[in-house]
């Protein structure tokens, strides 16, 4: 009953024309958008990773998501051409050369950039599933961020996913205590990953969280809320994110704002 619902929600929007293709998992038709008269921007179906990262830059320019600059698809490999800001490096080097953490006002200031850049993909419909160390460009001399490589995303949608495909260490407690997750609070858990290993070093472990939850600096504030486990604090929105993990993601911009000066 549900296919057919689904089969009658496409043909009420689009019309569909010629089959472009057949694989094993399904057809690919030709399509135009009825209420505009849309057709897609690529008339061939894409690579997962290719298409995501062209989705993740439509619209204004976000310098802070990586830009595709051409791309080819071969029988059984893709070749992408990809913007390299020089000269870069991942933050996990970046961390190593700066004496194996960074202070806070260096972590500020490439927070609110992987935060935005994150919060961007999720608006413009995409989940990156892997924002970590290694996924984050920064720019040696300015400390400008980009976030890189779609290899393990998926479009954003409203209902959990069941599978986790990114860096285990960055994978969201609900998936392992429920065997579900949502997008945008799994992205943010993965910032807070992220903020807490810039600031301390190393990955945070449950004695780690406790120790934070003593403290009433706003920057463990941050990373509490970025981290939190109970389901009761992970309540999703109709935005996709939990109340308090997208009051985490706010507050990672309030206090990393670029009139700070830091950008």
């Avoid at 972590?107 to 608006?123: F, S, V």
């Avoid at 954003?156 to 994978?171: C, E, F, I, K, Q």
Wanted: proline share 6%; hydrophobic share 35%; glycine share 8%.
């Amino acid at each position: 009953m549900l296919f057919y619902l689904l089969i009658d929600y496409i043909f009420s929007r689009y019309t569909v024309g010629d089959q472009l293709g057949k694989g094993g998992f399904g057809v690919v038709y030709e399509g135009r958008r009825l209420n505009d008269g849309l057709k897609p921007d690529h008339p061939k179906p894409l690579p997962k990773e290719i298409a995501l990262t062209i989705l993740a830059n439509k619209g204004p320019r976000v310098p802070e998501i990586i830009r595709l600059l051409d791309w080819t698809d071969h029988p059984d490999h893709f070749v992408m051409v990809l913007e390299c800001p020089s000269p870069c490096e991942n933050l996990v080097e970046f961390i190593r050369r700066h004496g194996g953490s960074l202070d806070e006002e260096k972590t500020r200031q490439i927070m609110w950039q992987a935060a935005h850049a994150a919060n961007m993909c999720l608006l413009r419909g995409v989940f990156h599933r892997d924002v970590k160390l290694e996924n984050i460009l920064v720019n040696r001399e300015t400390s400008e961020v980009r976030l890189i490589d779609f290899g393990c995303g998926d479009i954003l949608r409203r209902t959990p996913y069941r599978s986790y495909s990114g860096t285990a260490v960055y994978s969201p407690p609900e998936y392992h205590s429920r065997g579900k997750y949502y997008g945008g609070p799994a992205t943010v858990w993965s910032l807070g990953i992220v903020m807490f290993a810039l600031l301390c070093g190393h990955f945070p472990s449950d004695y780690d969280l406790i120790t934070l939850s003593n403290r009433a600096d706003v920057k463990c504030e941050v990373v509490i809320r970025c981290l939190c486990r109970l389901p009761a604090q992970n309540a999703v929105t109709s935005s996709g994110f939990s109340c308090t993990r997208s009051q985490a993601r706010d507050l990672v911009w309030a206090e990393s704002c670029p009139t700070t000066g830091l950008r």
